[in-house]
């Protein structure tokens, strides 16, 4: 994992995903973190009153820019000072619209994750980030990583994987994690997320094709029947304490699956562990 991408808006929100970061990079590989602003003025600002009916000018607009260019400056240092001497820190002010800005970063710079915040209340957003939160989640190309807003820097030695054991192949995404150059290397718990009860706990086929998929890890499985998918997997990571909780790609996996209201709700439920969602 050489390059974190972080998007801020100083907020009490991303504030805490800096010291986060700061933390992580400490015990990972992290070369690089990336800071990335977005600064973006529609056309209709540009021209158009602001609801106080003040038009903005275009060297309103430009005294702005600077302004955020030493904010961003300014917290970049501060990280510097929480990190080990070797890490890069950069900055980024983009024009573009949030999600733009952080897709344009992703194929320019090659990030290996996006770093972000999520606040605990869905309907009492902190961050314009945080509110941008799923929409970044979905259309980014890399895995995102989802720090509550309320959670400090812990060193991940459990990681709580749920899967759906008619897809067990998802797990191979764990495999670009295997080099411990890379990642931490927690011990994992896979959670077989079976509400149909399709696969009872002494079959096992599921588990033979786990050996291979999982080969380097630690591991354990257990298995969640609970109605609600969501709940099970929270009332288990509640009951067993993973510092981390590990979303698996594509249309099968359990964060996928849930609404835009669902994925809020459920990661305002989870406000004590991040949540790293693979691609």
């Not at 240092?77 to 990190?83: R, T």
């Not at 002494?202 to 588990?207: G, I, L, T, W």
């Not at 298995?223 to 099970?232: A, E, F, L, P």
Request: proline share 6%; glycine share 4%; charged share 25%.
């Amino acid at each position: 994992m050489k390059t974190l991408l972080i998007p801020v808006d100083f907020s009490g929100t991303t504030e805490n995903v800096i010291k986060y970061a700061a933390g992580f990079s400490c015990d990972t590989h992290v070369e690089r973190i990336i800071l990335l602003k977005s600064y973006y003025v529609s056309v209709y600002e540009e021209i158009l009153p602001s609801p106080d009916f003040v038009q903005l000018s275009a060297e309103d607009i430009d005294e702005e820019r600077q302004k955020v260019a030493s904010s961003l400056k300014i917290l970049s240092k501060e990280l510097l000072k929480k990190c080990t001497p070797n890490i890069k820190i950069e900055t980024v002010v983009s024009e573009l619209p949030l999600v733009r800005a952080i897709h344009q970063v992703i194929a320019d710079e090659h990030p290996s994750v996006v770093m972000i915040g999520s606040d605990n209340n869905p309907d009492e957003n902190d961050s314009y980030i945080g509110e941008q939160l799923i929409a970044i989640a979905k259309t980014s190309s890399i895995p995102v990583y989802i720090i509550p807003c309320c959670v400090t820097y812990e060193k991940i030695e459990k990681a709580l994987v749920p899967c759906d054991f008619d897809v067990v192949s998802r797990l191979s995404a764990l495999q670009g994690f295997r080099d411990p150059k890379k990642w931490l290397h927690p011990d994992l718990m896979i959670l077989n997320v079976d509400p149909k009860e399709k696969h009872s706990i002494n079959n096992e086929q599921p588990a033979a094709g786990l050996v291979e998929l999982l080969e380097g890890y630690d591991y354990k499985v257990y298995h969640s029947h609970d109605k609600d998918t969501v709940n099970g997997i929270f009332d288990f990571a509640r009951k067993h304490n993973p510092q981390l909780i590990i979303a698996l790609p594509g249309k099968y996996s359990f964060f996928y699956n849930l609404t835009h209201r669902s994925i809020t709700n459920a990661l305002a439920l989870n406000a004590t562990r991040p949540v790293l969602i693979l691609k």
